[in-house]
Nanobody, 125 residues
Framework: QVQLVESGGGSVQAGGSLRLSCVAS????????MAWFRQPPGKEREGVAL???????YYADSVKGRFTISQDNAKNTMYLQMDSLKLEDTAMYYC???????????????????WGQGTQVTVSS
């Protein structure tokens, strides 16, 4: 079992930055892939960025060049640095983990077994 806890959300003006954190506990060694998803108000959950153990990262086109995913294995923490934030980045952000690298995809949130409770990001003009 893996427990995930996100933090770092908040309100920010367009163009600003936030850094989200996701602390993992439990059987963290079993997580082959960790990812960030978000769910804008009234919309479906969508993939933002993922990190496969070993360093491979992948981003949704909508955040490429603005967001950076990273992981500090010593602290069991995953980060999402969000720069140049836009109004459309407003959403509840979730971190997720799966034991199987073959399940690692931004298009398939249902393949992630472990989820955090989410942290709200609100971008205003």
């Amino acid at each position: 079992q893996v427990q995930l806890v996100e933090s770092g959300g908040g309100s920010v003006q367009a163009g600003g930055s936030l850094r989200l954190s996701c602390v993992a506990s439990g059987d963290t060694g079993s997580s082959a892939c960790m990812a960030w998803f978000r769910q804008p108000p009234g919309k479906e959950r969508e993939g933002v960025a993922l990190n496969i153990r070993g360093g491979y990262t992948y981003y949704a086109d909508s955040v490429k060049g603005r967001f950076t995913i990273s992981q500090d294995n010593a602290k069991n923490t995953m980060y999402l640095q969000m720069d140049s934030l836009k109004l459309e980045d407003t959403a509840m952000y979730y971190c997720a983990a799966t034991e199987w690298s073959s399940y690692c995809s931004l298009a398939s949130p249902w393949k992630y077994r472990y989820w955090g409770q989410g942290t709200q990001v609100t971008v205003s003009s």
